[in-house]
């Protein structure tokens, strides 16, 4: 449980950080935060077998809710460079 939530933990600062950061100015911009959620998503895929997957579903839910930003992310990069 303590992995869990300093993974989560750690999500919720990079997510903090993300919102903060500068104005998105090409498609790298996107594609670095894009490898960022894709480096969450390993690391809560980690945190769920070392708790052995069991924490009531919700990290479940949470690796689903990374993975759908995973998609996004990565239609938003394509539609960025689609535009330049």
Do not use: F
């Amino acid at each position: 449980m303590k992995t869990l939530m300093i993974a989560l933990a750690a999500l919720s600062l990079g997510a903090g950080a993300v919102a903060l950061a500068d104005k998105v100015h090409d498609w790298r911009d996107l594609d670095k935060v894009h490898n960022h959620i894709v480096e969450s998503i390993h690391e809560m895929e980690r945190a769920r077998a070392a708790n052995h997957y069991d924490m009531a579903g919700h990290g479940a839910k949470a690796e689903e809710l990374l993975h759908q930003a995973e998609h996004e992310l990565h239609e938003a990069v394509e539609a960025a460079k689609a535009a330049h």
